[in-house]
């Protein structure tokens, strides 16, 4: 099963999709710019979480997803604009670089204890995370391959 294929196993029943990323550290806010992007085309709940998605815990609490699928810039040793997801299991163990590691960490162990959600985190490998509100190239280029998926996956449901 390829990447996206994963995905779509996870865009069933009642879903909330968390964009995460600071979106003036470059390529950092690609999670961010996709969520915003994405959240009037599919229909599913979508949230910006910017650099703080324990700001969204209530929420996300209140609506009592089945699924939640992360969308996170994330050195996971990748290429520039690679994709990957991550499951349960592989929250701790995957060696992560993301300016918001320790909170992203809190927020899923949070969400788990509460609701007992299925979590995933789709997970894009940036070229740089400096500062500044240009994306790479490769980032821009995967932010509109996957705009463009979600919205597709979505007529397919």
Do not use: C
């Amino acid at each position: 099963m390829n990447t996206l294929e994963h995905v779509k196993e996870h865009l069933k029943g009642k879903v909330v999709i968390l964009g995460i990323g600071n979106t003036l550290r470059s390529d950092d806010g690609v999670g961010s710019l996709l969520a915003s992007r994405i959240k009037e085309k599919v229909p599913y709940v979508v949230y910006d979480a910017g650099a703080s998605p324990e700001n969204y815990l209530e929420k996300i609490i209140k609506d009592n997803p089945e699924n939640i699928v992360i969308i996170d810039a994330a050195d996971f040793g990748g290429k520039p604009g690679e994709i990957a997801v991550l499951e349960n299991e592989q929250f701790q163990s995957v060696n992560l670089f993301s300016t918001h590691n320790a909170s992203l960490y809190l927020t899923i162990n949070y969400l788990q204890s509460q609701i007992k959600p299925n979590i995933i985190i789709l997970v894009i490998q940036p070229k740089t995370i400096k500062f500044g509100d240009e994306l790479s190239p490769e980032a821009a280029k995967v932010l509109e391959e996957l705009e463009e998926w979600f919205s597709a996956a979505e007529e397919k449901r």
